[in-house]
T-cell receptor
């Protein structure tokens, strides 16, 4: 069990650029979640997948954000036309089937938008 | 909507002191309640959970009791260690399956 992995761990970009993050969940976990955490705050839910289906999206997920999980394994989160307000830690979590209350978190991707 | 409020930190204690971190929540329905811990340089880890009223979650000497009447889930430990220094997050989860987190409380334990 290698845990949830995220790539990259750090990303610095200029305002207006597009960025994409990847999350690899724990093997055989069918649910995958994305959260965003700003400095000094708790994580905020963005979206989640059950297998390849995106089941819920937060209103925080503006039109510039898109998430995919094409084969029900890894997921990507893309932010288009980044803004300084997008600077945050982006966290991925996964949970096994029928155990949504056991979410295992990855180390996060820290995004800095200059 | 759902929300979680926890005491602001930092909380600074001496080793072997008693710890309480307060957490209250607002939710519709009957949520499950959680405490997560984030050690320096590491990701969030589930510390303990409780799924219904009066349940007590416990792990590593920490415990918290789901109090429906006071909508609270306070975290306690009888004797803290330096290694407990971390940020602690209270959270709730409901039928929507996503977690709603509090703002976090930083605990610093001095030897």
């Amino acid at each position: 069990d290698t845990g949830v992995s995220q790539d990259p761990r750090h990303k610095i970009t200029k305002r207006g650029q597009n960025v994409t993050f990847r999350c690899d969940p724990i093997s055989e976990h069918n649910r995958l979640y994305w959260y965003r955490q700003t400095l000094g705050q708790g994580p905020e839910f963005l979206t989640y997948f059950q297998n390849e289906a995106q089941l819920e999206k937060s209103r925080l997920l503006s039109d510039r954000f898109s998430a995919e999980r094409p084969k029900g394994s890894f997921s990507t989160l893309e932010i288009q036309r980044t803004e300084q307000g997008d600077s945050a830690m982006y966290l991925c979590a996964s949970s096994p089937a029928g155990r949504w209350d056991e979410q295992f978190f990855g180390p996060g991707t820290r995004l800095t938008v200059l | 909507g759902n929300s979680v409020t926890q005491m602001e930190g930092p909380v600074t204690l001496s080793e072997e002191a008693f710890l309480t971190i307060n957490c209250t929540y607002t939710a519709t329905g009957y949520p499950s309640l959680f405490w997560y811990v984030q050690y320096p340089g590491e990701g969030l880890q589930l510390l303990l959970k409780a799924t219904k009223a009066d349940d007590k979650g416990s792990n590593k000497g920490f415990e918290a009791t789901y109090r429906k009447e006071t909508t609270s889930f306070h975290l306690e430990k009888g004797s803290v260690q330096v290694s407990d220094s971390a940020v602690y997050f209270c959270a709730l989860g409901d039928a929507g399956n996503m977690l709603t987190f509090g703002g976090g409380t930083r605990l610093m334990v001095k030897p």
